[in-house]
């Protein structure tokens, strides 16, 4: 924790809510997110995150509710909006037909970065996240855990103020996942740079977010640290607090496909009399 | 304009690196020449048409940029599906910008690819007037331009691959052998007179053989002009399609 951190709100959503055609994704989510802080988001498959995601990062708009990022509003001030964060999507993003080099080129030229500027920047990024000395090779011929590392510097090329992760580490072994968990958290505390993640890695948000919010089914279930987790649920861990938190919408998942079960045989049955 | 700038470089380095879609484009106006060319040359020749090489070449250099473009646009459908898509929407430039880069890009490489076939044209015997070859260039930029900003506004409706077959052979295909690349128009029936009046890539040929030929069936201000107005209004509506794709 850091005790000198300023609570001063960085970003701010307010019963925000996402529908599409008769499916609600997000349901009039509350949160705040403080300047400097990691903030873990998290939540099963289908919870609505990655569409919380696409709405505080202007790729969709919402329903209705409130979002402000770096005091903009990511509905009618884009480009301000955009210009504040930087992002590793969930799924890849690169260009594998171009250099790891070219590929932060484009970045800088779209975020229009200055040069010389651009050009430090790009060697300095390079070679925290190692693969300065690969800079001239395709993407193509990159694994996943270098792809990721690339995303990560490309993400941060343009000095954003906050950084979205959506599943950072999914696919990776843990030698890699450690490596990009320490090069974030330095930059945090280097930088300053504010950052929000998701991740199904329970202890991995255990260890690194400063605060967390579950959300499952669209709704917000839980805020806190992952002490104030574990304590309102009387549980040892987070993975514990989360089962213990998003357990009960199994169980009514279970009990949705057995009425499907039933219904199939009162179809069957009145076939067959 | 950086914008734009980095955006078309992209297409042309993509274009650069992939060799064997630079071939692979070739091989069809290639067959075209050969088989039609010299298999339709001799009967062209008695019934009165003159030379048929010198016929068919333009309507082949249109038909390579017409693949060329349609497959340029077309490829922002891989690029959504990759991911790349994404890192240009996040990014705080305009989507019609963004929209407009990616066209010219790939309404340079179907411009590069035309010439290729035009050099291949000279090869097998096409033996053109070379003092419009500055007007050639704009009919077939303007072939290009046009078809690519189709091809992006058609895939800014895309999701997937589904559909590609029926844009192949329900658009592309048709506008080729409608447009009377491969026959003269002057003697055709009427009712494919008129739909060939329809098809834009007719006024590209066309243009071609103004240029390359001095014998052309509307005249090369009206074949310009129409190329002209069409592009600005597909650009005009791939650019709106472009700005309502949503991830």
Same mark, same amino acid.
């Given at each position: 924790?850091?005790?000198?951190? #300023?609570?001063?709100?960085?970003?701010?959503?307010?019963?925000?809510?996402?529908?599409?055609?008769?499916?609600?994704? $997000?349901?009039?989510?509350?949160?705040?997110?403080?300047?400097?802080?990691?903030?873990?988001?998290?939540?099963?498959?289908?919870?609505?995150?990655?569409?919380? *995601?696409?709405?505080?990062?202007?790729?969709?708009?919402?329903?209705?509710?409130?979002?402000?990022?770096?005091?903009?509003?990511?509905?009618?001030?884009?480009?301000?909006?955009?210009?504040?964060?930087?992002? $590793?999507?969930?799924?890849? #993003?690169? &260009?594998?037909?171009?250099?790891?080099?070219?590929?932060?080129?484009?970045? @800088?030229?779209?975020?229009?970065?200055?040069?010389?500027?651009?050009?430090?920047?790009?060697?300095?990024?390079?070679? *925290?996240?190692?693969?300065?000395?690969?800079?001239?090779?395709?993407?193509?011929?990159?694994?996943?855990?270098?792809?990721?590392?690339?995303?990560?510097?490309?993400?941060?090329?343009?000095?954003?103020?906050?950084?979205?992760?959506?599943?950072?580490?999914? @696919?990776? &072994?843990?030698?890699?996942?450690?490596?990009?968990?320490?090069?974030?958290?330095?930059?945090? +505390?280097?930088?300053? *740079?504010?950052?929000?993640?998701?991740?199904?890695?329970?202890?991995?948000?255990?260890?690194?977010?400063?605060?967390?919010?579950?959300?499952?089914?669209?709704?917000?279930?839980?805020?806190?640290?992952?002490?104030?987790? +574990?304590?309102?649920?009387?549980?040892?861990?987070?993975?514990?607090?989360?089962?213990?938190?998003?357990?009960?919408? *199994?169980?009514?998942?279970?009990?949705?496909?057995?009425?499907?079960?039933?219904?199939?045989?009162?179809?069957?049955?009145?076939?067959?009399? | 304009?950086?914008?734009?700038?980095?955006?078309?470089?992209?297409?042309?380095?993509?274009?650069?690196?992939?060799?064997?879609?630079?071939?692979?484009? !070739?091989?069809?106006?290639?067959?075209?020449?050969?088989?039609?060319?010299?298999?339709?040359?001799?009967?062209?020749?008695?019934?009165?048409?003159?030379?048929?090489?010198?016929?068919?070449?333009?309507?082949?250099?249109?038909?390579?940029?017409?693949?060329?473009?349609? %497959?340029?646009?077309?490829? =922002?459908?891989?690029?959504?599906?990759?991911? /790349? =898509?994404?890192?240009?929407?996040?990014?705080?430039?305009?989507? %019609?910008?963004?929209?407009?880069?990616?066209? =010219?890009?790939?309404?340079?490489?179907?411009?590069?690819?035309?010439?290729?076939?035009?050099?291949?044209?000279?090869?097998?015997? %096409?033996?053109?007037?070379?003092?419009?070859?500055?007007?050639?260039?704009?009919?077939?930029?303007?072939?290009?331009?046009?078809?690519?900003?189709?091809?992006?506004?058609?895939?800014?409706?895309?999701?997937?691959?589904?559909? /590609?077959?029926?844009?192949?052979?329900?658009?592309?295909?048709?506008?080729?052998?409608?447009?009377?690349? !491969? %026959?003269?128009?002057?003697?055709?029936?009427?009712?494919?007179?008129?739909?060939?009046?329809?098809?834009? =890539?007719?006024?590209?040929?066309?243009?071609?053989?103004?240029?390359?030929?001095?014998?052309?069936?509307?005249?090369?201000?009206?074949?310009?002009?129409?190329?002209?107005?069409?592009?600005?209004?597909?650009?005009?509506?791939?650019?709106?399609?472009?700005?309502?794709?949503?991830?």
């Amino acid at each position: 924790m850091h005790p000198n951190q #300023s609570k001063e709100i960085f970003l701010q959503v307010s019963n925000l809510t996402k529908t599409f055609n008769d499916f609600t994704a $997000v349901k009039g989510i509350s949160f705040t997110v403080n300047k400097g802080e990691i903030f873990a988001f998290l939540g099963p498959n289908g919870a609505g995150k990655s569409t919380t *995601i696409k709405m505080l990062t202007t790729l969709l708009s919402p329903t209705a509710g409130e979002m402000i990022i770096n005091g903009f509003n990511p509905v009618n001030q884009q480009d301000e909006v955009r210009k504040s964060f930087g992002i $590793v999507f969930q799924d890849p #993003s690169l &260009d594998e037909e171009l250099t790891a080099y070219e590929n932060m080129e484009f970045h @800088g030229a779209l975020y229009k970065v200055k040069q010389p500027l651009r050009k430090r920047r790009i060697e300095e990024l390079l070679t *925290i996240v190692d693969l300065w000395d690969r800079r001239d090779h395709l993407v193509k011929t990159f694994s996943g855990g270098m792809r990721r590392r690339l995303e990560i510097a490309r993400g941060l090329l343009h000095h954003p103020k906050i950084f979205f992760l959506d599943e950072p580490t999914i @696919g990776l &072994d843990p030698q890699t996942r450690n490596q990009i968990w320490s090069y974030i958290e330095d930059l945090n +505390k280097k930088e300053g *740079i504010t950052v929000f993640f998701t991740t199904h890695y329970m202890e991995e948000a255990e260890r690194v977010a400063q605060r967390i919010a579950i959300i499952d089914h669209g709704e917000m279930i839980a805020q806190g640290t992952a002490d104030e987790l +574990k304590k309102q649920t009387k549980t040892e861990t987070l993975e514990d607090a989360f089962l213990s938190l998003t357990g009960r919408a *199994i169980r009514e998942e279970e009990a949705s496909a057995s009425e499907h079960m039933r219904m199939r045989r009162q179809m069957f049955r009145g076939r067959s009399r | 304009m950086q914008t734009i700038y980095i955006l078309w470089l992209r297409q042309l380095k993509r274009y650069f690196r992939s060799r064997s879609r630079i071939i692979g484009s !070739l091989g069809q106006p290639a067959l075209f020449l050969v088989a039609l060319g010299f298999g339709f040359g001799p009967i062209f020749q008695k019934a009165g048409g003159g030379n048929y090489i010198d016929f068919l070449a333009p309507g082949v250099i249109a038909q390579g940029i017409l693949f060329t473009a349609i %497959f340029s646009g077309i490829e =922002l459908i891989w690029d959504r599906q990759f991911g /790349f =898509l994404k890192e240009t929407l996040v990014a705080p430039v305009s989507r %019609f910008e963004i929209m407009l880069g990616r066209t =010219l890009g790939g309404a340079t490489i179907a411009t590069m690819q035309g010439i290729i076939v035009f050099v291949l044209t000279l090869i097998i015997g %096409f033996r053109p007037n070379l003092l419009y070859l500055p007007l050639a260039l704009l009919v077939m930029f303007l072939i290009a331009l046009l078809f690519t900003a189709l091809g992006t506004a058609i895939a800014s409706m895309l999701e997937d691959f589904q559909g /590609f077959q029926l844009i192949m052979n329900f658009l592309v295909m048709p506008l080729f052998f409608l447009s009377g690349a !491969l %026959f003269p128009l002057n003697t055709a029936p009427q009712f494919l007179k008129t739909i060939s009046s329809l098809d834009p =890539l007719t006024y590209g040929v066309d243009g071609l053989r103004a240029a390359l030929l001095t014998t052309s069936q509307f005249g090369i201000v009206t074949d310009i002009t129409v190329l002209g107005i069409l592009t600005l209004i597909v650009l005009s509506v791939g650019g709106y399609l472009f700005s309502k794709i949503q991830i």
